[in-house]
T-cell receptor, first 112, second 111 residues
Framework: DGGITQSPKYLFRKEGQNVTLSCEQN?????MYWYRQDPGQGLRLIYY???????QKGDIAEGYSVSREKKESFPLTVTSAQKNPTAFYLC???????????FGSGTRLTVV | KEVEQDPGPFNVPEGATVAFNCTYS??????FFWYRQDCRKEPKLLMS???SGNEDGRFTAQVDKSSKYISLFIRDSQPSDSATYLC?????????????FGSGTRLLVRP
């Protein structure tokens, strides 16, 4: 079945550490997105990519980095510069303007 | 805020009709969606919202572009409908296809 796979499901980060969240899709979608969701809040856009080797900052890109070397993969790195990284991270892809997102199952990141 | 959504919670008895609304500010928004999110899970697409309105079983979605709001109605609500409902819409007339989300409305349907 086609879909988006995020891993790991849970991740614990120590202070000052960089961590990378994986996002892989086999839907053949060009556009991919990373969102962050904090408790009781909506989704905020971190980064997005419309095509391989190109990506754009979203509304809250500071402290994050991404790469898009393959169509299927869009990993997100949470750097030590992100001061409040504890959140639920969601990866999504989209076929086009008239279609909604397909989301992965998310990664729950906690700073310890 | 680009999208405003009542956070709720809406606490209703089984069988009630529930209405969710979102207002938005960007008149360039062209595509609209409703998502359902269960606790600690990812959002799942519930319905796309077409200009003419659309219905899927107990669910009806509408958009009023002149007033800039979208609506979702659930008829004969069931306890299994308890979840958070998020509206989403395209944010700009560009090719990024990115969506802007409301903060979600929690629904609890009592048996």
């Amino acid at each position: 079945d086609g879909g988006i796979t995020q891993s790991p499901k849970y991740l614990f980060r120590k202070e000052g550490q960089n961590v990378t969240l994986s996002c892989e899709q086999n839907l053949n979608h060009d556009a991919m997105y990373w969102y962050r969701q904090d408790p009781g809040q909506g989704l905020r856009l971190i980064y997005y990519s419309q095509i391989v080797n190109d990506f754009q900052k979203g509304d809250i890109a500071e402290g994050y980095s991404v790469s898009r070397e393959k169509k299927e993969s869009f990993p997100l790195t949470v750097t030590s510069a992100q001061k409040n990284p504890t959140a639920f991270y969601l990866c999504a892809s989209r076929w086009g303007e008239n279609y909604g997102y397909t989301f992965g199952s998310g990664t729950r990141l906690t700073v310890v | 805020k680009e999208v405003e959504q009542d956070p709720g919670p809406f606490n209703v008895p089984e069988g009630a009709t529930v209405a969710f609304n979102c207002t938005y500010s960007n008149s360039a928004s062209q595509s609209f969606f409703w998502y359902r999110q269960d606790c600690r899970k990812e959002p799942k697409l519930l319905m796309s919202v077409y200009s003419s309105g659309n219905e899927d079983g107990r669910f009806t979605a509408q958009v009023d572009k002149s007033s800039k709001y979208i609506s979702l109605f659930i008829r004969d609500s069931q306890p299994s409908d308890s979840a958070t409902y998020l509206c989403a819409m395209s944010g700009a007339m560009d090719s990024s296809y990115k969506l802007i989300f409301g903060s979600g409305t929690r629904l609890l349907v009592r048996p």
